[in-house]
């Protein structure tokens, strides 16, 4: 089952027409291309499939905070700060089609984007993000070796609050649609072994700025691993990274040469409260980065119930 959406924003729509004062000319260009984060994020375990007829209700809660600010691998000499605080519902249906489980599923985020120090004439935006439907389908689904694999395809809608007047945004404005493939297998009796990749593809946003300028993105893709050691039935430890790269941007046509090439690092664990309740908790930080804003600390929660 894939995870959410990553909806702790890097790169974030910024429009010429706030909070750029502060910001030195070299990166106003960077800042106004920079798009929301570009991958679809995995927690491990994700695509474990369920029997046919499982549903599950989740929810989770996502704080980021970003310190600095990168063009080209160079940071911006300024005190650059960004926060986020996000939210996200997600329900998820496990069924079976022509022998396959398929899982048909939402993601709607809502939550709270923030400027903070020299960056704060960014001002900061709340409300509803992009809704998200997906449903992956299971080619190889073995749980006696603990063996899955399933492709995955998204599809963003452009339903989130959006204002082109404003610096930050929830929501895009355009549509996106992402595949992926996700894999598990047990390396030992204690020792499990995640694996995802995925492509992202960007739709127009005819309404970029306050000069409704078109913005146009390349596809990005990610690759992401994860360690799981069990300690039990119920508990596990988990650490995983990820890097993402592509995405270049253009605005009216002119190419920003923005591409993204960044690496993160999680660390967490899952817990099994009861046989039909989870609970999750996530730690990551952004190991490198060439272009936007680097996040120093994000928490992730999760709550998972199955009935």
């Not at 994700?46 to 990168?70: C, E, I, K, S």
């Not at 022509?98 to 020299?118: H, M, R, S, W």
């Amino acid at each position: 089952m894939p995870s959410i959406l990553d909806y702790q924003k890097r790169n974030l729509p910024l429009s010429r027409q706030r909070g750029l004062s502060t910001v030195p000319a070299v990166f106003a260009t960077l800042l106004l291309a920079s798009g929301p984060t570009m991958a679809v994020d995995v927690d491990a375990g994700d695509y474990t499939a369920l029997p046919a007829g499982t549903n599950l209700a989740m929810g989770y809660y996502q704080f980021a905070t970003r310190d600095a600010l990168y063009s080209d691998g160079n940071k911006a000499p300024i005190n650059a700060g960004l926060d986020s605080h996000i939210g996200i519902l997600r329900g998820v249906h496990f069924t079976e089609i022509a022998g396959y489980i398929v899982d048909p599923q939402f993601l709607l985020p809502v939550g709270k984007l923030e400027g903070k120090d020299d960056t704060s004439g960014l001002g900061d935006a709340s409300g509803i993000g992009d809704l998200t439907l997906a449903a992956t389908v299971w080619l190889v689904n073995e749980p006696e070796s603990n063996t899955y694999f399933g492709i995955t395809p998204f599809v963003f809608a452009p339903t989130g609050s959006y204002d082109k007047k404003d610096a930050l945004n929830l929501g895009e404005n355009r549509w996106k649609y992402a595949l992926q493939a996700g894999f598990i297998t047990g390396l030992t009796p204690n020792i499990s072994l995640d694996l995802a990749g995925d492509v992202t593809f960007y739709g127009e946003n005819d309404e970029f700025g306050a000069s409704n300028a078109t913005l146009k993105q390349d596809p990005s893709y990610q690759l992401q691993g994860y360690l799981r050691y069990h300690m039990s039935s119920q508990w596990d430890l988990r650490a995983g990274v990820s890097h993402t790269l592509g995405g270049e941007t253009k605005v009216n046509g002119i190419d920003q040469d923005n591409r993204m090439s960044y690496t993160k690092m999680t660390l967490g664990t899952a817990w099994f409260a009861t046989p039909s309740l989870q609970l999750l908790a996530n730690y990551g930080t952004d190991l490198s980065i060439r272009n936007g804003f680097k996040e120093q600390h994000r928490i992730n929660l999760r709550i998972l119930k199955a009935f």
